[in-house]
Every structure is written in C-alpha cells, then in structure tokens.
C-alpha cells in the first residue's frame, strides 16, 4: 500500500496568506494613542458588517460562541426551573449553556441521516416549563428551521439558532443565524468564517434583545456610562486585532465558502452510489447546506478512518457519546429516555476534509480513497 503525505483534517496554513497584514493590524492596534484592544471601534465596525451581511436588526460580538449561547439565554431570561430543548447530538456548549443558567437541558433526538434535531421529537418534548428551543446546525446540514420556527411560535417559545458551523448558510433564501430570535456564530479558527483566535458573535432581528446582550457581556454596563451596573454579566469582549483581522478577511468570505461548497458538490457526485455499499454521504445541493466539515455516515466507521488514515487521508470521527450519556450531562438528561439516533450517529458519523486550502488533487484523493474503501470486495 502506497502511503501519500498525509492531507490534513484541517490545514495549519488557515492564515498563511495574510500574515503580513495580520502583523501590520496588530502593530496598528498596539500603537493607537486610542490604545483601545477591546470593544473599540473596529470590534463595532465588524458588527455593522456582520449585521448588514445577513441582513439583522443587530449583531453583538463576543467572547467565543459558546459565550454567545449563555448571553442570548440569559437575555431570554432563562433560569432554574426553566426548560431549554436541545439536539441529543451535538457539541458540549449545547447542554452546557442552559445547565450553567441553572436551567434544563431536554434532549431531543436527532434525524438518522442528518445528525441535526428532529422537529417532531422537539415538539413531543415542549412542556409548560420551557423557555426556548435551541437547534443547531450540523457539520454539512442546516437543522429544519421552518418547522422549527412554527413549533416555537406556536408554544409561544423563544428559538436560539446556534449557527456556530454554518455562518454562510442560506436556508430558503434565509441566512444562517437570522430564522431565530437571535442565531450566533463562532469564530474559533476551524469555524467557516475563523479567525486565529477566540471570538463569537448574536446576530438577532430584535433590538432590545441586542442591546440586552450588549449590557451582559460587559459587567452589566450600558456601554455609555462606565462602573455602572445594571445586572450582574460576564466579561465576553471581543479583541480588537480580531475585529480589523475579520474585517480584513470579509470580503474574501463568499469565495471561500463557494471553495468548500464547490468540493461538497464534487464529493456528493462521487459518493452517490454509495449509499448500498455501506457509506452514506450527506444529502447534496446547496440550500440549506453549511460544508463546515463533510460527514459521511459509514456502517463499518472505524475500517474506513483506518484506511484514511492509512492512504493520506485526515479524518475525524466526532462525539464518542450523546450528550445525554457525557459524565457531565447525565445527571441532567431524563434516564428513562433512549435517543437512538444520536447513539447511531456517535457510532457511524466519519467527517473527511473540506476547507478551502485543499487543490483540486487532494480532494480527489480523498473522493478516490473513500470510493475505493465502499467498492473493495470484503
Ligand atoms: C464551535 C461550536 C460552538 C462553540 O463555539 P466556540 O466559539 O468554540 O465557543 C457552539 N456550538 C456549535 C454547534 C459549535 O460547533
């Protein structure tokens, strides 16, 4: 067997091509007589960017994504008692967020195929005590945020979108983060839109609710008036290098996703008669698709991350466990409840690189190796 250099999961040359630009912001900063590294005027121009690029009433960056979750849920008011219903599949900050309010967390199972919240499972799970649903987009799949939008409008809910992954995602001509009440993105580096730092941003069509967020991920102050509080918050600042860095990088952002989605296209052509040999990619087009990482689901996972592994090829098997059965959530999750699909998804769920540093051969490498792993007699 004829062992290539290995393409990376993700690259470590995200940032390589402004590296200059990225040292001249950060001497520009440091040397403002302003000498403002935070919440200055470049962190605002990145939210006006930002706002107007989905079209919102407003955007509040902040400290990191998981931090934007915890700042929206509290804006919504969520505390003790109160129930947040969220994906039974998905990454720690989706259990994390209500439980550090004190609030619930009731896990919804997943779809088979698409790994994102099942509708009709959140809908069962709505009771007198929750506050708000909050779905997540899922590797490569926008979670169905119509249906999700009537189920929390008719419960009388409020609906966080966690668009960490998807920022660049258009659902029925709806950006990603904009079919909540408030949607947030990360900008942590491997994130569509990353950045070589920590950072997040709410995005929400309701302008107190921005100006909440505002007050609480800054010590409760109002922005105007300095060391006066008006609730107890956080600190979830954003860094002002980081805002000039991202608003440098901008306008070159629709290209790269049409990079990542242009390969999605490729690996939805070459894996679409796999689906009877054991390895199901997942479902092509582009509305309602985010190529943050590309999943496949494969029956016999751990032989194919081997033979990647083996032929060049990175990959990343994602979440040993649903989030009801992690050490930390289970004592918030309802034992008598099972969630199948997200047990399926932990055992079957094989994410293959798709950034937009890969040439045109890797990527087909990569198309070749999975091809040749489904099509080889066993
Ligand atoms: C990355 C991610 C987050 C957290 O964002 P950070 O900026 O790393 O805190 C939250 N939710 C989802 C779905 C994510 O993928």
Redesign the pocket.
């Known amino acids: 067997m004829t062992t290539t250099a290995t393409i990376p999961f993700f690259p470590t040359d995200l940032f390589d091509d402004e590296r200059e630009v990225l040292l001249e912001l950060l001497h520009e900063v440091a040397t403002d007589p302003e000498q403002k590294f935070i919440l200055g005027w470049r962190t605002a121009a990145l939210e006006r960017a930002i706002r107007d690029s989905v079209g919102a009433a407003d955007a509040v960056a902040c400290?990191?994504?998981?931090?934007?979750?915890v700042l929206v849920l509290k804006a919504f008011g969520v505390g003790p008692g109160d129930e947040v219903v969220v994906p039974a599949y998905?990454?720690?900050?989706?259990a994390a967020a209500p439980v550090l309010l004190g609030a619930t967390p009731v896990f919804a199972d997943v779809d088979p195929r698409t790994l994102v919240v099942d509708p009709a499972e959140v809908e069962s799970l709505i009771t007198e005590r929750t506050r708000v649903v909050m779905p997540?987009?899922?590797f490569s799949t926008m979670a169905d945020m119509p249906a999700l939008r009537r189920i929390a409008t008719t419960a009388g809910v409020r609906l966080l979108e966690?668009?960490?992954?998807a920022q660049g995602g258009v659902l029925g001509g709806r950006a990603a983060g904009t079919w909540g009440d408030a949607g947030?993105?990360?900008?942590?580096q491997?994130?569509t839109f990353g950045m070589p730092g920590?950072?997040?941003m709410v995005v929400t069509g309701d302008p107190a609710l921005g100006r909440a967020v505002r007050v609480l991920r800054n010590h409760g102050q109002d922005g105007v008036r300095r060391f006066v509080h008006h609730t107890v918050g956080w600190n979830s600042r954003f860094d002002e290098v980081m805002a000039a860095f991202q608003l440098h990088r901008l306008p070159g952002f629709p290209e790269r996703l049409e990079r990542r989605a242009r390969i999605g296209d490729y690996y939805a052509e070459r894996f679409a008669h796999l689906a009877p040999l054991g390895i199901t990619p997942p479902p092509p087009g582009r509305d309602g698709r985010c190529f943050?990482v590309y999943s496949l689901l494969a029956e016999r996972r751990d032989e194919l991350r081997d033979h990647l592994l083996a032929n060049g090829v990175g990959c990343h098997a994602y979440y040993p466990a649903p989030l009801p059965h992690q050490p930390a959530f289970a004592p918030h999750a309802d034992r008598r409840r099972d969630w199948p699909n997200a047990r399926r998804g932990c055992e079957r769920s094989l994410a293959i690189p798709i950034n937009p540093r890969l040439t045109d051969a890797q990527v087909e490498h990569v198309a070749d190796q999975v091809c040749r792993f489904a099509e080889r007699p066993r």
């Open positions: 400290g990191s994504g998981t931090s934007a979750l998905g990454c720690a900050p989706l997540a987009h899922m966690d668009s960490a992954v947030v993105y990360s900008f942590v491997v994130k920590e950072g997040g943050y």
